[in-house]
Protein backbone atom coordinates (compact mmCIF):
# COMPACT_ATOMS: atom_id res chain seq x y z
CA UNK A 1 0.00 0.00 0.00
CA UNK A 2 0.91 3.51 -0.84
CA UNK A 3 1.25 6.42 1.96
CA UNK A 4 -2.09 7.48 3.00
CA UNK A 5 -0.72 10.99 2.00
CA UNK A 6 -0.34 10.72 -1.73
CA UNK A 7 -3.70 11.86 -2.90
CA UNK A 8 -3.35 8.93 -5.82
CA UNK A 9 -4.97 5.44 -6.17
CA UNK A 10 -2.09 2.59 -6.24
CA UNK A 11 -4.46 0.65 -8.73
CA UNK A 12 -3.55 0.64 -12.11
CA UNK A 13 -7.15 1.75 -13.89
CA UNK A 14 -8.16 3.84 -10.84
CA UNK A 15 -4.77 5.46 -10.74
CA UNK A 16 -4.75 6.31 -15.12
CA UNK A 17 -8.21 7.84 -14.67
CA UNK A 18 -7.25 9.81 -12.12
CA UNK A 19 -4.43 11.14 -14.13
CA UNK A 20 -6.42 11.28 -17.13
CA UNK A 21 -8.69 13.68 -15.58
CA UNK A 22 -5.94 15.80 -13.80
CA UNK A 23 -4.61 16.49 -17.58
CA UNK A 24 -7.92 16.94 -18.82
CA UNK A 25 -8.75 19.94 -15.80
CA UNK A 26 -5.37 21.36 -16.08
CA UNK A 27 -5.71 21.84 -19.95
CA UNK A 28 -9.01 23.20 -19.84
CA UNK A 29 -7.76 25.97 -16.51
CA UNK A 30 -5.04 26.87 -18.84
CA UNK A 31 -7.19 27.46 -22.07
CA UNK A 32 -9.70 29.39 -19.93
CA UNK A 33 -7.02 31.47 -18.17
CA UNK A 34 -5.66 32.09 -21.90
CA UNK A 35 -9.13 33.21 -22.77
CA UNK A 36 -9.13 35.13 -19.31
CA UNK A 37 -5.92 37.17 -20.41
CA UNK A 38 -6.90 37.40 -23.88
CA UNK A 39 -10.11 39.81 -22.46
CA UNK A 40 -7.89 41.39 -20.18
CA UNK A 41 -5.30 42.43 -23.32
CA UNK A 42 -8.48 43.70 -25.56
CA UNK A 43 -9.96 45.83 -22.86
CA UNK A 44 -6.53 46.88 -21.41
CA UNK A 45 -6.23 48.76 -25.31
CA UNK A 46 -8.90 50.76 -24.31
CA UNK A 47 -7.38 51.98 -21.01
CA UNK A 48 -3.94 52.35 -23.30
CA UNK A 49 -6.09 54.97 -25.27
CA UNK A 50 -6.53 56.37 -22.04
CA UNK A 51 -3.40 57.18 -21.51
CA UNK A 52 -2.61 58.75 -24.47
CA UNK A 53 -5.36 60.95 -24.14
CA UNK A 54 -4.32 61.99 -20.78
CA UNK A 55 -0.96 62.22 -21.66
CA UNK A 56 -1.37 64.32 -25.06
CA UNK A 57 -3.84 66.61 -22.83
CA UNK A 58 -1.31 67.31 -20.55
CA UNK A 59 1.28 68.30 -22.96
CA UNK A 60 -1.31 70.52 -24.74
CA UNK A 61 -2.28 72.02 -21.77
CA UNK A 62 0.87 72.83 -21.00
CA UNK A 63 2.00 74.47 -24.10
CA UNK A 64 -1.21 76.50 -23.81
CA UNK A 65 -0.24 77.67 -20.73
CA UNK A 66 3.10 78.51 -21.42
CA UNK A 67 2.04 80.13 -24.23
CA UNK A 68 -0.41 82.09 -22.10
CA UNK A 69 2.72 83.43 -19.49
CA UNK A 70 4.19 84.69 -22.82
CA UNK A 71 1.42 86.41 -24.55
CA UNK A 72 0.40 88.03 -21.16
CA UNK A 73 3.76 90.19 -21.44
CA UNK A 74 2.65 91.78 -24.29
CA UNK A 75 1.28 95.64 -23.66
CA UNK A 76 -2.16 96.18 -24.24
CA UNK A 77 -3.34 93.18 -25.79
CA UNK A 78 -1.56 90.74 -23.57
CA UNK A 79 -4.57 89.81 -21.35
CA UNK A 80 -7.00 89.47 -24.21
CA UNK A 81 -4.38 86.85 -25.87
CA UNK A 82 -3.51 85.14 -23.05
CA UNK A 83 -6.94 84.31 -21.51
CA UNK A 84 -8.25 82.11 -24.99
CA UNK A 85 -4.70 80.25 -23.84
CA UNK A 86 -5.68 79.54 -20.47
CA UNK A 87 -9.27 79.05 -21.57
CA UNK A 88 -7.66 76.22 -23.91
CA UNK A 89 -5.41 74.64 -20.92
CA UNK A 90 -8.24 74.65 -19.23
CA UNK A 91 -10.35 72.31 -21.66
CA UNK A 92 -7.70 70.38 -22.07
CA UNK A 93 -6.92 69.20 -18.73
CA UNK A 94 -10.73 68.52 -19.11
CA UNK A 95 -9.72 66.25 -21.47
CA UNK A 96 -6.77 64.96 -19.83
CA UNK A 97 -9.28 64.21 -16.82
CA UNK A 98 -11.37 62.31 -19.37
CA UNK A 99 -8.66 60.34 -20.58
CA UNK A 100 -7.75 59.07 -16.66
CA UNK A 101 -11.15 58.30 -16.01
CA UNK A 102 -11.70 56.53 -19.23
CA UNK A 103 -8.12 54.71 -18.19
CA UNK A 104 -9.00 53.63 -14.58
CA UNK A 105 -12.22 52.17 -15.51
CA UNK A 106 -10.75 50.59 -18.63
CA UNK A 107 -8.03 48.94 -16.30
CA UNK A 108 -10.94 48.06 -13.70
CA UNK A 109 -12.78 46.74 -15.90
CA UNK A 110 -10.62 44.42 -17.66
CA UNK A 111 -9.98 42.28 -14.50
CA UNK A 112 -13.74 42.16 -14.30
CA UNK A 113 -14.32 41.21 -17.68
CA UNK A 114 -11.07 38.36 -17.69
CA UNK A 115 -12.89 36.92 -14.08
CA UNK A 116 -16.04 37.13 -15.57
CA UNK A 117 -15.14 34.93 -18.61
CA UNK A 118 -12.40 32.51 -16.85
CA UNK A 119 -13.71 31.93 -13.73
CA UNK A 120 -17.29 30.10 -14.43
CA UNK A 121 -16.15 27.77 -16.81
CA UNK A 122 -12.87 26.91 -14.33
CA UNK A 123 -15.00 26.53 -11.91
CA UNK A 124 -17.22 24.23 -13.48
CA UNK A 125 -14.63 21.47 -14.01
CA UNK A 126 -12.38 22.31 -10.89
CA UNK A 127 -14.78 22.06 -8.16
CA UNK A 128 -16.55 19.07 -8.86
CA UNK A 129 -12.28 17.62 -9.61
CA UNK A 130 -11.97 18.73 -6.42
CA UNK A 131 -14.41 17.41 -4.42
CA UNK A 132 -13.82 13.87 -5.68
CA UNK A 133 -10.35 14.06 -5.25
CA UNK A 134 -10.95 14.86 -1.43
CA UNK A 135 -13.51 12.45 -1.09
CA UNK A 136 -11.38 9.67 -2.55
CA UNK A 137 -8.24 10.88 -0.42
CA UNK A 138 -10.36 10.74 2.55
CA UNK A 139 -11.63 7.22 1.53
CA UNK A 140 -7.85 5.90 1.16
CA UNK A 141 -6.90 7.40 4.31
CA UNK A 142 -9.53 5.59 6.15
CA UNK A 143 -8.87 2.57 4.24
CA UNK A 144 -5.14 2.41 4.68
CA UNK A 145 -5.30 3.05 8.78
CA UNK A 146 -7.99 0.18 8.83
CA UNK A 147 -5.81 -2.23 7.13
CA UNK A 148 -3.21 -1.35 9.47
CA UNK A 149 -4.80 -3.46 12.86
CA UNK A 150 -6.46 -6.36 12.75
CA UNK A 151 -9.80 -4.93 14.06
CA UNK A 152 -9.77 -2.36 11.32
CA UNK A 153 -9.11 -5.29 8.48
CA UNK A 154 -11.73 -7.45 10.14
CA UNK A 155 -14.45 -3.83 9.57
CA UNK A 156 -12.58 -3.65 6.04
CA UNK A 157 -13.60 -7.39 5.65
CA UNK A 158 -17.47 -6.53 6.57
CA UNK A 159 -17.89 -3.91 4.52
CA UNK A 160 -17.07 -5.63 1.94
CA UNK A 161 -19.89 -7.98 2.64
CA UNK A 162 -22.08 -5.27 2.22
CA UNK A 163 -20.46 -3.60 -0.27
CA UNK A 164 -19.10 -6.00 -3.35
CA UNK A 165 -21.16 -7.93 -5.34
CA UNK A 166 -21.91 -11.70 -4.86
CA UNK A 167 -19.51 -13.17 -7.32
CA UNK A 168 -16.27 -11.51 -5.65
CA UNK A 169 -17.34 -12.61 -2.07
CA UNK A 170 -17.58 -16.43 -3.47
CA UNK A 171 -14.58 -15.83 -5.33
CA UNK A 172 -12.50 -15.65 -1.90
CA UNK A 173 -14.27 -17.90 0.26
CA UNK A 174 -17.68 -20.05 -0.73
CA UNK A 175 -19.04 -19.39 2.46
CA UNK A 176 -17.55 -15.99 3.16
CA UNK A 177 -19.90 -14.71 5.73
CA UNK A 178 -19.50 -17.64 7.71
CA UNK A 179 -15.54 -17.15 7.38
CA UNK A 180 -15.77 -13.95 8.63
CA UNK A 181 -17.75 -14.73 11.71
CA UNK A 182 -15.14 -17.79 12.47
CA UNK A 183 -12.24 -15.29 12.05
CA UNK A 184 -11.15 -17.13 9.01
CA UNK A 185 -7.48 -15.13 8.54
CA UNK A 186 -6.87 -15.83 4.88
CA UNK A 187 -10.84 -15.28 4.21
CA UNK A 188 -10.68 -12.00 6.35
CA UNK A 189 -7.97 -11.10 4.17
CA UNK A 190 -8.83 -11.97 0.81
CA UNK A 191 -11.97 -9.28 1.93
CA UNK A 192 -10.37 -6.59 2.97
CA UNK A 193 -8.10 -6.57 0.17
CA UNK A 194 -11.67 -6.29 -1.89
CA UNK A 195 -12.71 -2.88 -0.19
CA UNK A 196 -8.82 -2.03 -0.25
CA UNK A 197 -9.18 -2.44 -4.29
CA UNK A 198 -12.87 -0.53 -4.38
CA UNK A 199 -10.73 2.23 -2.46
CA UNK A 200 -8.20 2.29 -5.31
CA UNK A 201 -5.18 1.05 -2.72
CA UNK A 202 -3.37 -2.33 -4.10
CA UNK A 203 -4.14 -5.07 -3.06
CA UNK A 204 -2.24 -6.20 0.57
CA UNK A 205 0.82 -7.89 0.44
CA UNK A 206 0.69 -11.27 2.72
Do not use: C
Amino acid sequence: MSSRFIPYATTPSRLLGQLISDIVVITWTVVWVLVGMAVHSAVSTIAEVGRQVQSGANGVADNLNSAGDSTDDFPLVGDSLAKPLRAAAAAALDIAGAGQSLDSTASWLAWVLALAVAAPPILFVAMPWLFLRIRFFRRKWIAITLARTAAGEQLLAMRALANRSLSKLLAIHPDPVGAWRSHDATAIHGLADLELRAAGVRRLRR
